[in-house]
């Protein structure tokens, strides 16, 4: 028995489990109610994707492995849903690339961020950044602006995974290349990506680790070549491909 009282072998599984981890972190104040709305928004995706990681989803997490280990100053942002359903994951991730984590809220109070970064310390985290707040994306309204100087502000790869639109968009017009992870092939975040991941990112943290691993000793000319070959718009065509027309059997 794990985590939700039912066998890995449960057929939804790890549906039930995303949802337990949703449902705790809503208990422990790290994740908002309107994270609840979200997290529906992308099962149904997952569902039409059949719960697996696509191979254009695959490539996709390859070539943000291959970003984070070029990057002079990677950051990954964790919100409330991240937090509660990938902490320890994104604490590994960060470390098998040498990425910075950052506390990034739509809905920003100080008692989540704190909860959020408490959370991200018992999976192990050293250091989370987010709650100096001391720099601002141009473009947005105050509290959805407030970023780190040292964090986000200061990166030139950012990792975020179900980012809303109008931040993903605004990072990018910062001329900073995002990795976004987010279910839906035609959000705004996806559509702005250099990299979009089309993927759940329960499945897709531990994929991006993997990659990087393997990456990790390989030559600059190769994790070049990784991103290079890597075509965006033909990533979310095969995503919204298998969404619309996939085999559920
Ligand atoms: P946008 O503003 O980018 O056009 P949106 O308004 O749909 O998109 P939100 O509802 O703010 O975005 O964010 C939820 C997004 O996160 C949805 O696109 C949903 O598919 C995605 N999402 C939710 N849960 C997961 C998950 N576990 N893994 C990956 N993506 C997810």
Same mark, same amino acid.
Request: net charge negative; glycine share 6%; charged share 30%.
């Given at each position: 028995? $794990?985590?939700?009282?039912?066998?890995?072998?449960?057929?939804?599984?790890?549906?039930?489990?995303?949802?337990?981890?949703?449902?705790?972190?809503?208990?422990?104040?790290?994740?908002?109610?309107?994270?609840?709305?979200?997290?529906?928004?992308?099962?149904?995706?997952?569902?039409?994707?059949?719960?697996?990681?696509?191979?254009?989803?695959?490539?996709?997490? @390859?070539?943000?492995?291959?970003?984070?280990?070029?990057?002079?100053?990677?950051?990954?942002?964790?919100?409330?849903?991240?937090?509660?359903?990938?902490?320890?994951?994104?604490?590994?991730?960060?470390?098998?690339?040498?990425?910075?984590?950052?506390?990034? &809220?739509?809905?920003?109070?100080?008692? @989540?961020?704190?909860?959020?970064?408490?959370?991200?310390?018992?999976?192990?985290?050293?250091?989370?950044?987010?709650?100096?707040?001391?720099? @601002?994306?141009?473009?947005?309204?105050?509290?959805?602006?407030?970023?780190?100087?040292?964090?986000?502000?200061?990166?030139?790869?950012?990792?975020?995974?179900?980012?809303?639109?109008?931040?993903?968009?605004? &990072?990018?017009?910062?001329?900073?290349?995002?990795?976004?992870?987010?279910?839906?092939?035609? $959000? @705004?975040?996806?559509?702005?990506?250099?990299?979009?991941?089309?993927?759940?990112?329960?499945?897709?943290?531990?994929?991006?680790?993997?990659?990087?691993?393997? &990456?990790?000793?390989?030559?600059?000319?190769?994790?070049?070549?990784?991103?290079?070959?890597?075509?965006?718009?033909?990533?979310?065509?095969?995503?919204?491909?298998?969404?619309?027309?996939?085999?559920?059997?």
């Amino acid at each position: 028995m $794990s985590e939700v009282d039912v066998p890995e072998s449960h057929p939804r599984y790890e549906s039930l489990l995303t949802r337990h981890r949703i449902e705790a972190g809503v208990e422990k104040g790290i994740t908002s109610k309107q994270g609840l709305i979200a997290q529906g928004r992308g099962e149904a995706f997952d569902y039409l994707l059949g719960e697996q990681t696509i191979p254009s989803a695959d490539r996709a997490a @390859r070539a943000a492995a291959a970003h984070l280990l070029l990057a002079e100053k990677p950051v990954l942002s964790v919100n409330g849903n991240v937090a509660a359903l990938v902490p320890g994951e994104m604490v590994e991730l960060a470390e098998t690339t040498g990425a910075e984590i950052e506390v990034n &809220l739509f809905n920003r109070t100080e008692t @989540r961020m704190e909860a959020i970064a408490d959370h991200l310390r018992d999976h192990g985290a050293d250091e989370v950044k987010g709650l100096t707040a001391d720099a @601002r994306i141009p473009g947005l309204d105050h509290e959805r602006a407030k970023v780190d100087a040292d964090g986000i502000y200061a990166a030139d790869v950012v990792l975020v995974p179900l980012e809303d639109g109008d931040r993903a968009k605004a &990072l990018a017009e910062m001329g900073k290349t995002e990795l976004v992870i987010d279910l839906n092939p035609q $959000s @705004r975040s996806t559509q702005t990506a250099a990299v979009p991941i089309v993927d759940n990112i329960i499945r897709s943290i531990p994929n991006i680790s993997k990659h990087a691993r393997d &990456l990790t000793n390989a030559p600059e000319a190769d994790l070049a070549d990784c991103i290079e070959t890597f075509d965006a718009s033909e990533a979310l065509e095969a995503a919204e491909k298998r969404i619309r027309q996939g085999d559920l059997s």
